[in-house]
């Protein structure tokens, strides 16, 4: 365990003080971008990609500015956003004025999950540069049934498709399962025959394959405190890695015998190198690694650098080791748990209450350093995930070494609440 003199400490209060300096003119509550650590974290995504490019994930940012920047570095090409209306929007009047291929979404924007928007859809059929720009997901026949009676495609304006694949571990004829319950296309046969129904279909084209092994990228392999669980966790991730490379590659096999596929994206932030070595994946999806969340403190391959921070002022002092700050209940998705709270970031030393946790309109925080915060004072926190802290704020402010140098709209900030 670190002292308070130790370097993580020294590191700690030198950005402390250099991100104090930087938005000494505004008022709290805010959130800033450290533009050094997105761009560090962004170079270690690319390098780990082994030469296939990232894919950034839109879900992981939520900031149109951001996309874009991510976009224009070394190494990543393309955007996976969420929802269909998003992806429009960042495909078309969001890049508005600006030449094919740039901006935050540009010419290639693949919807990661699929969608039951008709309104969208009709949208989506009926311009022909959104159709060239956009890819959505399937991964039944019946939604793609669904797809061809809400958006009625020509044959000369085809929608791009992409199949998910499942990608989860099943142990114990499937009596076990370890991973995220997504697509029911889960071997080559499946994947064939619905890339043939995409094919037997003129409105369609299929495009490309996704598998997303939230198994792998999405767990933390050093869990605090809990060695035997990580030693549990990295089993499980070598034996699923396994099976899944020799399993994707004869999905795709399987698939290219019907379709030419432009692209085979997989993987996370959690699991690039992994993905990336597999000759079948020609493409890697990250995101939420440009931020460097909480939640990847507990990953061994990856330990990406904070590149995202809100700040909460204090507003009362209860005891003489308490500090209460405005608001703070910013909680991440996913199973309920300690670990989908927002972490205090700095001053160090300081934790949250077991019995109140981060409270939606104040937050008490314990220990040493409490003690020293007065009324006014900042605390600087990280959110537990990435992209979700932009659904509470309207702008992330840019801060470049000591200097405020701009800011960044949000989604919510320019007006959108996608989901």
Not at 109 to 122: F, G, I, W
Not at 209 to 231: K, T
Not at 267 to 277: D, F, I, M, P, Y
Not at 367 to 372: E, P, S, T
């Amino acid at each position: 365990m670190e002292t308070p003199g130790a370097p993580g400490a020294a590191r700690d209060g030198a950005a402390q003080r250099r991100l104090a300096r930087a938005t000494a003119g505004l008022e709290p509550p805010f959130a800033v971008v450290d533009l050094a650590a997105f761009r560090a974290n962004a170079a270690d995504l690319a390098r780990r990609a082994l030469g296939k490019p990232v894919r950034v994930a839109s879900k992981s940012l939520r900031c149109a500015d951001l996309l874009g920047l991510a976009r224009g570095l070394p190494g990543f090409r393309g955007v996976l956003a969420y929802t269909l209306p998003e992806a429009l929007w960042l495909a078309g009047e969001r890049g508005a004025g600006q030449a094919p291929g740039t901006g935050a979404g540009g010419s290639d924007v693949v919807v990661a999950y699929p969608t039951a928007d008709t309104a969208a859809l009709r949208r989506l059929a009926g311009d022909d540069l959104l159709a060239r720009r956009v890819t959505l997901m399937v991964d039944s026949v019946e939604h793609l049934e669904f797809l061809a009676s809400a958006a009625r495609p020509a044959a000369a304006r085809p929608l791009r498709l992409c199949v998910e694949l499942d990608v989860s571990l099943r142990l114990f004829a499937g009596r076990v399962h370890l991973g995220a319950r997504r697509s029911p296309v889960r071997d080559p046969a499946g994947a064939l025959a619905l890339a043939r129904a995409v094919a037997a279909r003129p409105g369609f084209r299929l495009v490309g394959l996704m598998a997303y092994e939230s198994q792998i990228a999405g767990i933390g392999d050093a869990p605090p405190g809990a060695p035997l669980r990580g030693l549990t966790v990295r089993a499980m991730q070598r034996r699923s890695a396994a099976e899944l490379a020799e399993r994707r590659a004869a999905v795709v096999a399987a698939v290219r015998s019907v379709a030419d596929l432009e692209f085979v994206n997989g993987g996370g932030t959690g699991s690039v190198e992994r993905t990336a070595s597999e000759p079948a994946v020609t493409e890697i999806a990250a995101g939420s690694g440009l931020y460097g969340p909480a939640l990847f403190d507990t990953y061994r391959a990856f330990r990406p650098r904070p590149a995202v921070y809100f700040a909460l002022p204090v507003v009362r002092r209860p005891a003489p080791r308490v500090a209460t700050v405005l608001g703070g209940g910013w909680v991440a998705s996913g199973p309920p748990g300690r670990d989908r709270l927002p972490r205090p970031a700095f001053p160090r030393g300081l934790s949250l209450r077991a019995a109140e946790g981060a409270g939606e309109v104040q937050t008490p925080l314990l220990g040493r350093a409490a003690a020293g915060l007065r009324v006014g004072d900042l605390v600087w926190f990280r959110h537990a995930k990435a992209g979700e802290l932009a659904e509470h704020v309207n702008v992330f402010h840019l801060v470049e070494g000591e200097d405020l140098v701009g800011g960044a709209l949000t989604y919510r900030g320019a007006g959108h609440a996608f989901l």
